[in-house]
């Protein structure tokens, strides 16, 4: 039996509550884990796992077992990454959680040199707009946009863009550019709802020491990011919505700003980590990457 094989499949099982859902993170079959777990019990001498029909529970003997197991991995992992030296390349599956337009826009097109960089790294980008529970889905770190709940994950911001009131010049030549932000409140916006809660509706807008408190209407809300870019790309309206957003658009044109002498709270990206786990090596060095490339894209 591998050792250290076996001591991943017990994290796994434990942090993810089932041998299933271990499984699929591992991408194995179910008997295949529980013929490791097993295996690994009777190498012990001790039962590590609780089984109900509620699911599964470490024993004492399984939660001792549970963190000097994922401390020494995480060890093995450290001492290979610093025997390989700062420049080697890394390796084995890296496993990210982000936002859907954000990736698309800004990641996935930026991947080719991390990629190039560390040829003996697989990724798994799990693109999701909601919060998904990292240890659950194995995510190793994961991109957020916003505001951060107080939900004690592990968390480090790397990057943050201005929000910009933003349409298409078509849309503007018709209703005409706000001057002021009570503007905003006789034209269409397309307004960012996402599932998971919040809302793009109320905003505060800043000039100095001046503070104007809004609530846009429209007739379109919409709860994933992509749609509101098709919305706006559309004509349907406006949108309050970060640059990275409609970065090229911008660029080239296609969509505009208006009231540009006024302030709007900028959007934060952080990257957050799995709860009671130290980041690896890979997953430091993949917000790295994202912090670099996002420096890079501000104006």
């Not at 390796?91 to 003996?120: E, I």
């Not at 009131?165 to 034209?187: E, I």
């Not at 709860?223 to 990275?244: C, H, K, N, P, T």
Request: net charge positive.
């Amino acid at each position: 039996m591998d050792r250290l094989a076996a001591m991943e499949a017990f994290i796994r099982v434990v942090d993810a509550g089932s041998f299933s859902a271990a499984a699929r993170q591992m991408r194995v079959g179910q008997p295949a884990i529980s013929k490791t777990i097993a295996q690994l019990e009777e190498r012990l001498g001790v039962r590590l796992l609780l089984r109900s029909t509620r699911g599964l529970a470490p024993t004492e003997a399984g939660r001792s077992f549970y963190e000097r197991a994922k401390r020494s991995l995480q060890e093995v992992e450290e001492a290979e990454h610093a025997a390989r030296g700062a420049a080697a390349a890394l390796s084995g599956r890296l496993r990210v959680g982000a936002p859907v337009t954000f990736t698309r826009l800004m990641v996935v097109p930026r991947l080719g040199a991390f990629l190039a960089a560390h040829p003996a790294l697989d990724i798994d980008i799990v693109l999701d707009d909601r919060p998904i529970d990292l240890i659950e889905e194995g995510i190793d770190v994961a991109l957020r946009m916003g505001q951060l709940p107080d939900s004690g994950l592990a968390a480090r911001k790397i990057g943050e863009c201005r929000r910009l009131v933003l349409g298409t010049p078509g849309y503007f030549a018709a209703q005409g550019v706000p001057r002021a932000p009570v503007d905003l409140l006789s034209r269409q916006v397309v307004i960012h709802e996402p599932r998971g809660g919040g809302s793009g509706a109320a905003w505060t807008f800043r000039r100095g020491d001046v503070q104007v408190p809004l609530v846009v209407g429209g007739r379109l809300r919409i709860s994933a990011a992509e749609g509101v870019r098709e919305g706006v790309l559309a004509g349907l309206g406006l949108a309050i919505a970060s640059e990275w957003m409609f970065g090229a658009e911008l660029a080239s044109g296609v969509v505009v700003s208006a009231l540009k002498d006024w302030q709007l709270p900028p959007v934060g990206l952080w990257a957050v980590f799995p709860t009671g786990r130290q980041a690896s090596a890979k997953a430091r060095a993949f917000a790295d990457f994202v912090e670099r490339q996002v420096a890079g894209a501000a104006p």
